[in-house]
Structure formats: structure tokens, C-alpha cells
T-cell receptor, first 113, second 112 residues
Framework: DGGITQSPKYLFRKEGQNVTLSCEQN?????MYWYRQDPGQGLRLIYY???????QKGDIAEGYSVSREKKESFPLTVTSAQKNPTAFYLC????????????FGPGTRLTVL | GDSVTQMEGPVTLSEEAFLTINCTYT??????LFWYVQYPGEGLQLLLK?????DKGSNKGFEATYRKETTSFHLEKGSVQVSDSAVYFC???????????FGQGTRLTINP
């Protein structure tokens, strides 16, 4: 089955530690995205990538980093510089950056202890 | 800048009631419009979409019509079920733009 997988589903981190969230897709999509969702709020774009080895900052990139070494994978690192990292993180992909429809993974809930 | 405004939630209805969730947008051009649904603890699923004025998107009994004159894309369902309980997001994108613009989401609870 084609789709987007995110792991782990739940993640706990101590303050001051970096943590990496996984996102993999087998839809052969060129574009991938990371969003952050906080309770009662909409989605905010962290980073996006149009193609392998290329990515751009979204609206709230500070304290986060990404890589895009393979078409299928777009991991997100939440660094210790992120002041309030506890949130629900969603990965998405689309056929191309200008293609309208985005497909979402199941999400990772990160809690900083 | 471009934005999407949704009806404030939470919304609570009884089973078989009629549902409307309002969505209005502001955009510099003519966007495509979407409704996504998020069930508890899950990611977002595309529910329906419309790409030009007067288009009607429909899926699973839900409908929304792209109204350019009122810049709206209200979500409707004639008879809701308990299984429709979820958070609903309205979103827009301008052709050629690089990101979706989401509303803040509306939490819907259906009681039996």
C-alpha cells in the first residue's frame, strides 16, 4: 500500500536533547512538508522540500533542521534551540511543489519532559 | 497575505442533525479550496476539494461549494453520525504557490 509513515508515534525527550522524527513515503512524490500542530490551532509549516537535496524554511523554522538525501525520506530534527517543542508533528507529501493535494502521515506526538 | 477563517468551535450536535461549518478565505488570486478531516490521534485526510468558482466538492455525504462572490467554502452534511466526530480544517492554495494555508480547525462532536 502506498502512503506516508511517521515514527515513532509517541516520543519523549528531556530538555536540552536533540531528537529526530522520521518521515518516509512510497508515493514517489517530489515534494515533502513538515507541519506543527498545537492544541486548538491550525497547522504551521516548519520546512518543505521540492526535490532531493533542496529544502526551504517555512513559517516557524527556528529551532528545527531537516535533510532530504533521498526522495522517500524527509527527517526532521528538533534541536535544543526550539523553546517550546512539545507538539504534534505532521509530515505530508505531494506530487510536486505546485500540485495542490497534500497527503499526510499519522503524526508524531513529541513531549519534552 | 492569504488567510482562511473557520467557524469557531467546538461544535456539538445530535446524531442525524444538519451540519454547517463556515469557512471564508482571502487570497490575492483564485485559490483551490480543500476540507481536511482529522480523527483523534491521526493525521489529516483530504475530505473534498474544489478548484474553481461554483465547483462543488463532495465525499461521504459532505459537500462544499466554492463561492467566489462571498469568498466562502462552507462544509455541509445533511445527517451527521457519531463517526463524523473529528476536527475539520479548511485550507486554500493559490495556483503556483508553494504552501497550503490552513484555518484553525473546528472540533465537531456528535452525540448519539
Amino acid at each position: 500500500d502506498g502512503g506516508i509513515t511517521q515514527s515513532p508515534k509517541y516520543l519523549f525527550r528531556k530538555e536540552g536533547q536533540n531528537v529526530t522524527l522520521s518521515c518516509e513515503q512510497n508515493l514517489n512524490h517530489d515534494a515533502m512538508y513538515w507541519y506543527r500542530q498545537d492544541p486548538g490551532q491550525g497547522l504551521r509549516l516548519i520546512y518543505y522540500s521540492q526535490i532531493v537535496n533542496d529544502f526551504q524554511k517555512g513559517d516557524i523554522a527556528e529551532g528545527y533542521s531537516v535533510s532530504r538525501e533521498k526522495k522517500e525520506s524527509f527527517p526532521l530534527t528538533v534541536t535544543s534551540a526550539q523553546k517550546n517543542p512539545t507538539a504534534f508533528y505532521l509530515c505530508a507529501s505531494s506530487i510536486g511543489i505546485h500540485w495542490n493535494e497534500q497527503f499526510f502521515g499519522p503524526g508524531t506526538r513529541l513531549t519534552v519532559l | 497575505g492569504d488567510s482562511v477563517t473557520q467557524m469557531e468551535g467546538p461544535v456539538t450536535l445530535s446524531e442525524e442533525a444538519f451540519l454547517t461549518i463556515n469557512c471564508t478565505y482571502t487570497a490575492t488570486g483564485y485559490p483551490s479550496l480543500f476540507w481536511y478531516v482529522q480523527y483523534p490521534g491521526e493525521g489529516l485526510q483530504l475530505l473534498l476539494k474544489a478548484t474553481k468558482a461554483d465547483d462543488k466538492g463532495s465525499n461521504k455525504g459532505f459537500e462544499a461549494t466554492y463561492r467566489k462572490e462571498t469568498t466562502s467554502f462552507h462544509l455541509e452534511k445533511g445527517s451527521v453520525q457519531v463517526s463524523d466526530s473529528a476536527v475539520y480544517f479548511c485550507a486554500s492554495i493559490i495556483q503556483g504557490a508553494q504552501k497550503l494555508v490552513f484555518g484553525q480547525g473546528t472540533r465537531l462532536t456528535i452525540n448519539p
